[in-house]
C-alpha cells in the first residue's frame, strides 16, 4: 500500500519550516544588535565623564596633617661675651622646644650670626649689660628684641630665657592661636569657643570688601559728609600696602540718610559737672546691627564685607557713649563686631564746619576703626606679657614688620588646613556620588591645590615665609574654585533607585519580546541539534 502526500500539504510543511526558521535567526539577529550594539552604545552616550584625581595623595595629605614651622632665631652680644650668647642660646633650645606634641611642631633653629646676611629675616636677640635693676626687653618694630641685663650671671640669664620664652610662643609666634585654628579647622577640637582672639577674626579669603558707611538719621537736622578718598589714602592705604600679599583689599563708601536706629540708651548724671549724660550696654549694643544690616548694601559683593559704621547721634541723645563691660566708658565710642566690622557712636559736638556742610573728623573714627580692622585680621592691638617687654610704636602703617611675618605665619598655617580639608571633602563628595561629573578644568584645580600645598609645607618647614604663604595661598584658592566649581552639579544625576523608575518602563516593553524570543531560538536550536543527534543514532 503507497501513501502519497499532498503537494500543497508538502508546500505549507516547507513555508512552516522557513518562516520558524526565520523567526530564529530574526530572534538572534535583534538580540545581537541590541548586546553587542545597543546596549555598549547607550553605556557611552550616557556614560559621566571623570576626570582622573589624585585621591592617593589627598588622603595621605589628610592622614598626615602635621605641620612643621620652623622659626630661625640669632643671639647677638657684645664683644668678648661669647659665652654668655652660648649659655643664653642653650636655654632657650631648652625652652622654646620643650613642646611638641600637636599637629604643629615649632623648630626653633638657632643660627651663627656670622653664617647670615642682611637679608636675615627671623628673629633677632640683642643683649646689653648695664647696670640696672631689673632686666628689660625692647621689641623693636622690625621684630628684634633687645634685652637689657644687669649682670650676666647664669640665674640672670636663665630668667632672661623664660622671658624671651613667653615673648615669642605668646606674642610673637603665637603657638596657642595656630593650634586652636588647625583644630578647628579639622573638627578636632572647639577650642575657638575659649580664644576671644579666633572668635573675632575672619576667615580665610583672597579678597575682602571694606566698606564704610555714614549714618545721618537726621539730615534735616544735622547733616553730614566726608572725604573718604582722601581719609583712606592717609589712614588706611599705608597698612593696606603692607597687606598687599595677604589680601585684596576694596575700600567703597557710602552716605545714608534717615537711618535711625530704635534703641533707647540709658541716662546718667556725670558726678563732676552734673550734666546729664546717655549711654548704651553691652547688651544693647547686641540689638543695634540688625535694623541697619540690611541698608548697608554690603550683599552686592561677591567677596566677604567688612562694615565700618559711622552713626550720627541724634541731638536729642547727645552726648551718647558706650559703656564697656568693665563699667567705663569708651574711648573710641566704638564697637566690635566679630567677623563683621565695627560701628561707632558719632556725637554732633565733634563735627566741625566745612563749606555749608559738617564734615565728620577722620581722625577720631579712623582712630577706632584700624585698631578694629586690625584685630578682625587676627592681630593684638596691646599684647602683654610683663612690665619688663616694652613694645615699639607701630608708626604710621599701623602694622609692625614682626606682626607682619605673624599674619605670614598664621595664614599660611591656615591656608594649608583649609586647603587639605576642603581637598578631603571633595574626595569623598565625589567617591560617594559615582555620577558627578568631573571636568578637566576641576581636575586641573585638584592637582595645582595638591601640588601647591606639598611646596608650601616644605618652604614653612625652611622658615621662608613668603614663599610658604605664596603656595599655600595659591593651594587655598584652587581647591576653593574645584570645591564650589559650577560643573558639578551641571548634570542632573539621580540616585540609583530613581534611575531604576526611569528606565524599567522604558526598557522593559522592549526587552521582554526579545528575550522569549531569544529563549525561543534558543530551544529550537537545541532541539534541532537533539533531532539530528537522534537521527544519526536511528541510522
Sequence with gaps: MSTSVNPKHRTFLSNDFNSKKTQTWAAISIGVVIFAFGIPIWWKTTEVYRASLPFDEISSLYEDKSLIVKVPILVKVPENADNVADILTNALKLDLNNDMKGQIKFLYSFDDMNSKSNKFTGIVIRLHVKSTEQMEAHVAKDGTITCTLPNTEKNTIDQLSLLIRDLIKDVIINEALLHHMVGNIYRTTHEDRHDRNLIKMVQANPKFELLFSLLCPEPQVQAATWDMEKDSEMFLT????KLQHLFDFHVGSQILYYTAI????????????????????????????????????SQVSSDPTLNFVVYLTEK??????????????????????????????????????????????????????????????????????????????????????????????????EHIASSIHTLHSLSKLLNQISNIVINDNIATEVYDAVESIIKAKAALKNGDLETALKYSKKAFIASETAFFDPTLLELLYFPEDQKFAIYIPLFLPISLPILISLRYAFQRCRKKDFDEEEKEKTD
Design 238 to 241: 599705608p597698612m593696606l600696602n
Design 262 to 297: 530704635p534703641y533707647k540708651p540709658k541716662v546718667k548724671k556725670d558726678e563732676q559737672n552734673k550734666a546729664l549724660y546717655r549711654y548704651l550696654t553691652p547688651q544693647q549694643l547686641s540689638l543695634v546691627i540688625n535694623p541697619i544690616e540690611g541698608r548697608l548694601g
Design 316 to 413: 536729642k541723645f547727645t552726648p551718647l557713649y558706650i559703656k564697656t563691660e568693665n563699667g567705663d566708658l569708651s574711648k573710641s565710642n566704638a564697637f566690635l563686631v566679630p567677623r563683621w566690622g565695627s560701628m561707632q557712636f558719632y556725637n554732633i559736638k565733634n563735627i566741625s564746619e566745612s563749606n555749608g556742610l559738617t564734615r565728620v573728623d577722620p581722625q577720631i573714627f579712623m582712630s577706632a576703626f584700624i585698631p578694629h580692622l586690625r584685630i578682625l585680621l587676627g592681630l593684638q592691638n596691646n599684647p602683654y606679657v610683663g612690665e619688663q617687654i616694652i613694645f615699639e610704636d607701630a608708626g604710621y602703617e599701623n602694622i609692625a614688620d614682626w606682626e607682619l611675618n605673624y599674619l605670614y605665619r598664621l595664614r599660611t598655617v
